[in-house]
């Protein structure tokens, strides 16, 4: 039997509570699972193979085994702000986006982009097709999971509140039910994109959500990020077709990006 790969993920509160598992950052070892056909378990930055789904890049330096630089395998990892410097001693395979690639130092590899939950679909493929429930589906970041406007707009008919804290299949069945998605979560907006959803940014919380890493993501697409929707205009779902709100969704280039993660997989 073939060794387990050791995989770094941030965990959280849901390294001890599986009620605080971030679907976004624990979809990352099923990824990984489902393209290498290994078991993968959990391991910290000096331990770990290899880096996948989150904003961990800065993580990198602790790559380091009795203070000696050890290399990780980095596949669809991204950074979270400007200015930031990484060190090119790393397996890059893929990295989330242009931004991320441009603050790697000394590259010696030419990396795919893109966000590996954009493999979603892929992950769900043979688990049935989902029908369409909810014309709405919500995703508040973790941090904006009582925002009270929020909460008043998911009472509305044809609205669905999705809990980024849902166990992974749950939250991509409950996003494939919808029409349309609005999401403060990145992996929300990912997800959405995985399996062609239309979608937009809620901009709810202000310093709490890097904003720089939806920068980075669409960046891989060649695009600058969409304009987030306000807070202040939450009221707006409730009055207008949410497809209108949205405006001209496209992801140029998703099955090349699709394509490419996959085929930059690293072979550990």
């Known amino acids: 039997?073939?060794?387990?790969?050791?995989?770094?993920?941030?965990?959280?509160?849901?390294?001890?509570?599986?009620?605080?598992?971030?679907?976004?950052?624990?979809?990352?070892?099923?990824?990984?699972?489902?393209?290498?056909?290994?078991?993968?378990?959990?391991?910290?930055?000096?331990?770990?193979?290899?880096?996948?789904?989150?904003?961990?890049?800065?993580?990198?330096?602790?790559?380091?085994?009795?203070?000696?630089?050890?290399?990780?395998?980095?596949?669809?990892?991204?950074?979270?702000?400007?200015?930031?410097?990484?060190?090119?001693?790393?397996?890059?395979?893929?990295?989330?986006?242009?931004?991320?690639?441009?603050?790697?130092?000394?590259?010696?590899?030419?990396?795919?982009?893109?966000?590996?939950?954009?493999?979603?679909?892929?992950?769900?493929a043979g688990r049935g097709h989902v029908p369409k429930r909810y014309r709405i589906g919500l995703i508040p970041h973790y941090v904006d999971q009582q925002d009270a406007a929020l909460r008043e707009i998911a009472c509305l008919p044809g609205v669905c509140l999705i809990d980024v804290f849902w166990p992974v299949d749950e939250v991509l069945r409950a996003i494939q039910a919808c029409d349309f998605v609005f999401s403060s979560s990145m992996h929300g907006l990912i997800v959405a994109d995985a399996f062609a959803i239309p979608n937009r940014r809620l901009r709810l919380s202000s310093g709490l959500i890097s904003d720089f890493k939806f920068v980075d993501y669409y960046s891989a697409f060649a695009l600058d990020e969409p304009q987030p929707l306000a807070r202040e205009m939450l009221g707006q779902l409730a009055q207008y077709d949410p497809g209108a709100l949205i405006g001209d969704y496209q992801r140029p280039g998703l099955a090349s990006l699709q394509d490419g993660l996959i085929k930059a997989f690293p072979c550990i």
């Open 1 to 124: 039997m073939s060794a387990a790969i050791k995989l770094y993920w941030c965990r959280g509160r849901g390294r001890d509570d599986p009620a605080q598992r971030n679907f976004g950052d624990f979809l990352s070892p099923l990824l990984v699972e489902m393209l290498s056909g290994k078991s993968v378990r959990y391991a910290p930055v000096h331990k770990a193979d290899m880096m996948a789904i989150g904003s961990i890049l800065p993580r990198e330096h602790k790559a380091r085994r009795f203070g000696w630089p050890r290399r990780l395998h980095v596949w669809g990892t991204g950074t979270d702000a400007e200015d930031r410097h990484f060190s090119g001693r790393h397996y890059y395979h893929a990295l989330r986006g242009q931004k991320s690639l441009e603050q790697v130092e000394g590259l010696r590899m030419h990396p795919a982009l893109g966000d590996p939950g954009l493999l979603a679909a892929a992950w769900w």
